[in-house]
């Protein structure tokens, strides 16, 4: 395999997919090295045992659905958009492991058929609504987005999903109801991850109710054109753009109205790293990540300014008008 330096490299190689892909064997040759190193300590914990040495999934992933009736496209940034291949092989989804390659590995055994979403609390519509009506409470769009994890990485991924408000304006929720929390499935038989006490299962997340109802934030249920593959959270995941990756829960059962901010698993986890706002905001690190740049993957470099909201200030910074953002990071 040959590996150039990165003072080899011309910007316009950066977007190449196949440089991505040698530069993945070359991420894997990097943990092949580390694990060399550390090799007692990986065999004594076992983890690495179960993952097959192909890096190749190790149930087949069920055949994605085109979506015929998508009604709009909008895109929200003149960054490249991600190769399908980078956006279902480079993935944050802990109930299938903490590597980025372990959900394509995992994820293709969760059975998401049947599926159907809880919505309960503060509202005068509550029950157990089927993953195709909800589709069918909202005019299914294409929306390209920026994506930015807190780790300091981002992407930039054509989703196909409904607006929140849809589902909620549906749902009516009453007075009381001043945030919304949601579930992730919680089923270890089908999710190794949480055989792990990395964080309190099931995984949760919350917003506030303008926030969810805010026009740029959306349930996702494809990516491509397509439903989504498990890893991405199918069949239904949210999607906020101007906040880090990790508020997007994937894999949702239950949406609840509810009158307090609510405990999420990261806030949880570690309070004084992870706020309930979560907002990209370049000037604020309270995590142990530099948020000031980003790896525009597939580079290799932290040369992405990152922007506040990520880029979506104009549409979304008024909600926070008064609000201490370094205090409610
Ligand atoms: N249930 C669940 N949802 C999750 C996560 C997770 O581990 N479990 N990871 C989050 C993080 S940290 C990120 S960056 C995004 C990644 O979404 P993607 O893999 O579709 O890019 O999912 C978020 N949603
Ligand atoms: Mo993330």
Known sequence: MLIKKPADMRPSEITDEQLYLRRRDFMQLGAGLLGATAGGVLAACGRDAVVDASGAPSVAPPPQTPFTDIKKRVVTTNDPVNTFEQITSYNNFYEFGTNKGDPARY???????????????YCNKPGDYHIDDLIRMGDLEERVYRHRCVEAWSMVIPWVGIPFASIIKRADPQPKATFVQMWTLNRPSE???????????????????????????????????????????????????????????????????????????????????????????????????????????????????????????????SMYAGLDLKKWF
Request: aromatic share 12%.
């Open 107 to 121: 994820a293709g055994q969760l059975k998401t058929s049947p599926w159907t979403v809880k919505i309960d609390g």
């Open 191 to 317: 999710m190794p991850g949480l055989r792990s006490d990395v964080l309190d299962w099931p995984y949760t997340e919350g917003l506030r109710m303008d926030e969810a109802m805010h026009p740029l934030t959306i349930l996702a249920v494809g990516l491509y054109g397509k439903t989504l593959l498990n890893q991405n959270g199918a069949p239904i995941r949210l999607v906020v753009p101007w906040k880090y990756g990790f508020k997007g829960i994937k894999s949702i059962v239950r949406i609840s109205f509810v009158d307090k901010m609510p405990k999420t698993s990261w806030v949880e986890e570690n309070p004084s790293w992870y706020g309930f706002y979560s907002n990209v905001n370049p000037n604020v690190n309270p995590v142990r990540w530099d948020q000031s740049h980003e790896k525009a993957l597939p580079s290799f470099f932290a040369t992405r300014k990152t922007e506040i909201f990520n880029g979506y200030g104009d549409q979304v910074a």
